[in-house]
């Protein structure tokens, strides 16, 4: 069983949660001089733990509540955004997400993926949910036992204009195993997960092929962010309480030998999420008082090229072409 830390408390009410400093937590020197982290505080009406996060539209994120539990499920709240078009807080009460069923035992991976479809990590049951835009309720849930070695954990795609933008990553709790994998249409509007890859993270120790720390939710950060001058990751580490930063190597994954602390003196670390507005980095926290924190001083994002794909379009090929390599290895 997972052991976590139980404390804390959620903000009762309708009213606007105001930003306070993140006094617990601290910005590794390398960095704080860079960036600034504030506590937007609990979600109102969502039920600890929390899970982890994504961004529905540029004004409401969606987060789990109820983390790992049979009765978990994936709510929705509307945020406030103040000066500079950062978020200070949340407006409104969390609710149930499409006021459906999606999220039991939610993890740090809430992350939509090609075609729109809602993609859920189930911890302790290793399970990989999937939900089709409009459905409320989960339409094929992959059981991934004997596919990764401990309970999935967290999923992200890679973004357009990283290495191996497209592909689909996901990581086990505890063991911190991380994986490469293809989709392949099912025609039904969810996908198969086909050509699951266990990868060496280490190329100064071959074999390593876990990240530290109890990894739970990551993101990208792209190179020319400050003192980001390579392609990157954060990872939320819940077991450890930080949040770790890693150079990805050609394919999109994490250099174990890159690691340096980013932020430390977190308990509970979870869910990682980029605003698709300010750029700004949003953790959660599965205990450690159940709440969001804001990182501020990364870059905006720039808006899409003209007749480039968007992300979503571009795991879609990622998928349809992952599907055409299963093929020709099957064949």
Same mark, same amino acid.
């Given at each position: 069983?997972?052991?976590?830390?139980?404390?804390?408390?959620?903000?009762?009410?309708?009213?606007?949660?105001?930003?306070?400093?993140?006094?617990?937590?601290?910005?590794?020197?390398?960095? $704080?001089?860079?960036?600034? $982290? #504030? &506590?937007?505080?609990?979600?109102?009406?969502?039920?600890?733990?929390?899970?982890?996060?994504?961004?529905?539209?540029?004004?409401?994120?969606?987060?789990?509540?109820?983390?790992?539990?049979?009765?978990?499920?994936?709510?929705?709240?509307?945020?406030?955004? *103040?000066?500079?078009?950062?978020?200070?807080?949340?407006?409104?009460?969390?609710?149930?997400?499409?006021?459906? #069923?999606?999220?039991?035992?939610?993890?740090?991976?809430?992350?939509?993926?090609?075609?729109? +479809?809602?993609?859920?990590? %189930?911890?302790?049951?290793?399970? @990989?949910?999937?939900?089709?835009?409009?459905?409320?309720? !989960?339409?094929?849930?992959?059981?991934?036992?004997?596919? #990764?070695?401990?309970?999935?954990?967290?999923?992200?795609?890679?973004?357009?204009?990283?290495?191996?933008?497209?592909?689909?990553?996901?990581?086990?709790?505890?063991? *911190?195993?991380?994986?490469?994998? &293809?989709?392949?249409?099912?025609?039904?509007?969810?996908?198969?997960?086909? *050509?699951?890859? /266990?990868?060496? +993270?280490?190329?100064?120790?071959?074999?390593?092929?876990?990240?530290?720390?109890?990894? =739970?939710?990551?993101?990208?950060?792209?190179?020319?962010?400050?003192?980001?001058?390579?392609?990157?990751?954060?990872?939320? =580490?819940?077991?450890?309480?930080?949040?770790?930063?890693?150079?990805?190597?050609?394919?999109?994954?994490?250099?174990?030998?890159?690691?340096?602390?980013?932020?430390? *003196?977190?308990?509970?670390? !979870?869910?990682?999420?980029?605003?698709?507005?300010?750029?700004?980095?949003?953790?959660?926290?599965?205990?450690?008082?159940?709440?969001?924190?804001?990182?501020?001083?990364?870059?905006?994002? !720039?808006?899409?090229?003209?007749?480039?794909? =968007?992300?979503?379009? @571009?795991?879609?090929? $990622?998928?349809?072409?992952?599907? /055409?390599?299963?093929?020709? %290895?099957?064949?």
């Amino acid at each position: 069983m997972r052991l976590r830390n139980f404390a804390g408390a959620v903000s009762a009410g309708f009213a606007v949660v105001v930003a306070t400093p993140a006094a617990a937590l601290s910005i590794d020197p390398f960095y $704080a001089g860079s960036y600034t $982290a #504030t &506590s937007i505080g609990s979600v109102p009406d969502l039920p600890p733990q929390y899970g982890g996060l994504t961004f529905l539209d540029n004004d409401t994120i969606i987060i789990g509540g109820n983390a790992n539990t049979a009765s978990g499920l994936i709510y929705q709240v509307d945020v406030v955004r *103040g000066a500079g078009n950062h978020i200070t807080g949340f407006t409104g009460s969390a609710s149930a997400f499409r006021g459906g #069923t999606i999220g039991e035992y939610n993890d740090g991976g809430v992350v939509f993926g090609p075609g729109d +479809v809602l993609f859920t990590s %189930r911890w302790p049951v290793n399970f @990989l949910g999937q939900t089709k835009p409009g459905s409320t309720d !989960e339409d094929k849930i992959i059981n991934l036992a004997g596919i #990764t070695a401990s309970s999935n954990a967290a999923i992200n795609f890679v973004p357009a204009g990283f290495p191996g933008a497209g592909s689909m990553k996901l990581v086990s709790w505890s063991g *911190g195993q991380w994986y490469d994998a &293809s989709l392949a249409p099912d025609g039904s509007g969810t996908y198969d997960l086909v *050509g699951v890859t /266990l990868i060496d +993270v280490d190329p100064v120790a071959p074999g390593v092929q876990s990240v530290p720390g109890g990894p =739970e939710g990551f993101v990208y950060i792209a190179a020319g962010n400050p003192l980001f001058t390579s392609n990157a990751l954060l990872i939320a =580490e819940y077991s450890v309480g930080k949040i770790g930063a890693y150079d990805l190597d050609a394919d999109g994954n994490p250099l174990a030998n890159t690691r340096r602390d980013f932020i430390t *003196g977190l308990t509970g670390a !979870e869910g990682a999420a980029i605003d698709p507005v300010t750029g700004d980095f949003l953790f959660s926290t599965f205990g450690g008082g159940n709440q969001i924190v804001v990182v501020q001083g990364f870059l905006a994002p !720039e808006p899409p090229t003209p007749g480039l794909p =968007e992300p979503g379009s @571009l795991a879609l090929l $990622a998928a349809a072409l992952g599907l /055409l390599s299963y093929r020709l %290895r099957k064949s």
